[in-house]
């Protein structure tokens, strides 16, 4: 079991900087590889980012790809999403999850994570 909390949503003006922060607890964090995901009103949820249990790697969806950067401290059980250059198509609520078994044919599918923040709001004003 992992319990995630998700922190540093808020409102941004377009062309601003937000930085989320995702804390985990329960058990080792390092054996988890991490993503974010986005779910916008109306819409189905989707992939923003992941990164793997070491944070050799990162994987990235098109639309945030230059703009966003994920990174993880596993001294701190927590992982960071970086997001620069907001537009107001990044607005959405923004969650966290936790996977074990992801390769590279999973880690933008949601059902491949097994555990979730309760999300964070991220609203960018035009």
């Known amino acids: 079991q992992v319990q995630l909390v998700e922190s540093g949503g808020g409102l941004v003006q377009a062309g601003g900087s937000l930085r989320l922060s995702c804390a985990a607890s329960g058990r080792t964090f390092s054996v988890y590889a991490m993503g974010w995901f986005r779910q916008a009103p109306g819409k189905e949820r989707e992939f923003v980012a992941a990164v793997s249990r070491i944070g050799g790697n990162t994987y990235y969806a098109d639309s945030v790809k230059g703009r966003f950067t994920i990174s993880r401290d596993n001294a701190r059980n927590t992982v960071y999403l970086q997001m620069n250059s907001l537009k107001p198509e990044d607005t959405a609520v923004y969650y966290c999850?936790?996977?074990?078994?992801?390769?590279?044919?999973?880690?933008?599918?949601?059902?491949?994570?097994?555990?979730w923040g309760q999300g964070t709001q991220v609203t960018v004003s035009s």
């Open positions: 999850a936790a996977g074990s078994a992801l390769t590279l044919n999973n880690y933008g599918v949601p059902r491949s994570y097994g555990y």
